[in-house]
């Protein structure tokens, strides 16, 4: 091979080798901007996840006292629980963690509309309260820690319509969702 094909040669294969690398770092740049965007979202469902976590437990302390809620400790509940609600529009709508935090929400609203509707025969135990707000907080643990949330120990909202009947004067209102509970027992 001559001497000026193999200039040539050398010519072509820098300049194939400097097209390489361009795109190689165009690749770079475009992969560093889609990771820095799953950052920022991440960021932003970790700090959501981080407001359930506070909430659930403000809610906790809350209605913790002797077991027996007065209506204004659910109603300051309830307000703890809407505002991190509120806040949480970055986590995806349907994921499984704003499920189980709903839930809560609806079981303290089921026990206001209890004791605002029949409070001589109100059966709301706290206890179910304090189950709810385990479940979501184990489900926000998990989520953060980016792992695979753990089995639910409380009905999902939908259940949660099916298992309480309406009426709260009714002696077996929750009679389907305590055995709800008892067969997904809290893990050990």
Known sequence: M???????????????????????????????KEDAKKARVWARETEAADGFNRALLEIVDIVRDDGIAAQHQLEDAYKEWATAWVRST?????????????????????ALREMRYAPDGAQFKLNRLIRATTNA????????????????????SDQLKALVT???????????????????????
């Open 90 to 110: 970055v986590i995806p709508d349907g994921h499984e963690l704003n499920e189980r935090y709903r839930a809560v929400g609806q079981i303290i609203d089921r």
């Open 137 to 156: 907080r184990r489900a926000v643990t998990a989520f953060v820690r980016e792992e695979e949330l753990p089995p639910r120990t409380f009905p999902s």
């Open 2 to 32: 001559s001497a000026l094909g193999t200039v040539a040669v050398g010519f072509v294969g820098t300049g194939i080798g400097w097209l390489l690398t361009r795109q190689t770092a165009k690749d770079v740049r475009e992969w560093s």
């Open 166 to 188: 309406t009426d709260a004067r009714d002696p077996d209102c929750y009679k389907k969702l305590d055995l709800w509970l008892m067969a997904n027992p809290e893990p050990a």
